[in-house]
């Protein structure tokens, strides 16, 4: 009897080993290959995003993975690719540049994105204006109109987003102007000369918008009429950053000038002893260039 029961549990512990080996078996068949990504970038000789060009993705011994365009920034996504060597080829072109013939390797890790550019030849010119502020940050959704040596308008073009925006050009002379800007800057009414020609095929400009700036003058008063100084202010942006802090005087005035244009709110932060602290933000907006705010504020005794 004891010899029965030994016989089964050998058996059953036999049968629990296969099973566990079937299982593993079976987990070792089915496990997927974490896959990477290839992010390639087509650039021209001025690292110039262009789009519109087919790149090739294949394995090291010639197998097709696939063909994809470039996107309007020049970049191609390829996902779900499995990890291992690959070339990348050029298959088209488009006018005004040249065909590259070489074979580019990239490496593709599991889990991984591999970023690689691949540079191809403008044959024509370009250009390329970058619009900002006066403080270097770029404005977007400005329209500028090119002109040809006699005047003649030929095309407008808009900044995007990083305030940039291109076009390609034959050799020659033109011009660019503003026409438009978003609200809030100055307007550069300035018509600039570009050159195009074998020696510059990339012409670059930075046109700058000097951006609507104002001034706060604060006075104030105790209930009484007079001046009181020490009284101290935090100006405050939308997003509720103190951006200036501003103490009254001897005459009970405060400011601070250079203001950008925008929506901003003053709260006292501090006052003299004997007065009452007002906790409320009280909102003013500078809408035109040098524009001038003054705020009289009466402040009570306890």
Known sequence: MKNN???IIGIIILVLIIFALLIGF??????KTIKGVIECTVLDQSDIGVSNITIRLAKQDGTIIGDVKSGADGKIMYYDVTPGNYTLSQIDTKDGYNKNEELVNVTVNSNETSTIDFKIERTIGMLEITKEDDSNNPINNVTFNIYDEEGYLITSIITNEHGKA??????GTYYLKEAD????YIKDDTMYRVVVDDENKTFFKTVTNIRYKGTLLITAYDTEGNTVKDVEFNIYDTNGNVAYTIKT??????GVANIPYGTYYYQQSQVPDGFKKDEEKHEFVIVEHNQ???KNIVIEKN
């Open 292 to 294: 001038v705010i003054n």
């Open 249 to 254: 005087n001897d005459i009970g005035r405060a």
């Open 181 to 184: 800007v978003e609200e809030g």
């Open 26 to 31: 079976y987990l070792m068949k089915t496990n």
């Open 166 to 171: 291109n076009i390609t050009l034959q050799n």
């Open 5 to 7: 029961k030994k016989l």
